[in-house]
């Protein structure tokens, strides 16, 4: 059984959103919101590296700005729709810190739901707030970069996942 908190869920479903919304997004905030450290697993050490650091940032700018252009396909269409998923999963088992298989797969799924979620609510809000107010698309497109980046700084103030009591103890580690 997994010790994993419903509250220690909730950074992984928020990043996931982020994802949804801007699918570089939640990997750059997990690269650059912490300097690396040797306890991280691998693939944050990756990511955390100057390396990871510079290819998302690059990745997460580039997509605020080819999400903009009038030629980029749907976030909802079916090859995006599945690449923002597998992100959202990235983004949520590498969130939770997690060295169990079911505290991770947990994270991971709260991550793929949140970038579902995103990834719909953030589409359904473009069209409806351009139709509504008959503007362009571009103001909305901004305000949902904003938005995305507000949520992004959310989940790093959310709970950080601890591990149970028993594996804190320094006498266990050495």
């Given at each position: 059984?997994?010790?994993?908190?419903?509250?220690?869920?909730?950074?992984?479903?928020?990043?996931?959103?982020?994802?949804?919304?801007?699918?570089?997004?939640?990997?750059?905030?997990?690269?650059?919101?912490?300097?690396?450290?040797?306890?991280?697993?691998?693939?944050?050490?990756?990511?955390?590296?100057?390396?990871?650091?510079?290819?998302?940032?690059?990745?997460?700018?580039?997509?605020?700005?080819?999400?903009?252009?009038?030629?980029?396909?749907s976030?909802?269409?079916?090859?995006?729709?599945?690449?923002?998923?597998?992100?959202?999963?990235?983004?949520?088992a590498?969130?939770?810190?997690?060295?169990?298989?079911?505290?991770?797969?947990?994270?991971?799924?709260?991550?793929?739901?949140?970038a579902?979620?995103?990834?719909?609510?953030?589409?359904?809000?473009?069209?409806?707030?351009?139709?509504?107010?008959?503007?362009?698309?571009?103001?909305?497109?901004?305000?949902?970069?904003?938005?995305?980046?507000?949520?992004?700084?959310?989940?790093?103030?959310?709970?950080?996942?601890?591990?149970?009591?028993?594996?804190?103890?320094?006498?266990?580690?050495?």
């Amino acid at each position: 059984m997994t010790d994993l908190a419903p509250a220690a869920l909730l950074r992984p479903l928020l990043l996931g959103v982020v994802t949804g919304s801007r699918s570089q997004l939640g990997l750059a905030v997990l690269a650059w919101a912490v300097p690396p450290d040797r306890s991280d697993p691998r693939a944050l050490r990756v990511l955390r590296s100057r390396a990871g650091r510079l290819a998302l940032g690059a990745a997460a700018a580039g997509e605020v700005v080819a999400d903009k252009l009038p030629r980029t396909p749907s976030r909802t269409s079916p090859p995006a729709l599945a690449g923002r998923l597998v992100s959202g999963a990235l983004v949520g088992a590498l969130a939770a810190g997690r060295a169990d298989r079911r505290g991770t797969a947990l994270a991971a799924t709260a991550g793929v739901l949140g970038a579902a979620a995103g990834s719909y609510a953030g589409a359904a809000y473009r069209r409806a707030a351009a139709a509504r107010t008959g503007t362009p698309d571009l103001p909305w497109a901004l305000v949902e970069d904003a938005a995305a980046a507000g949520l992004a700084a959310a989940a790093l103030r959310a709970p950080a996942p601890t591990p149970p009591w028993w594996r804190r103890l320094p006498l266990l580690h050495r």
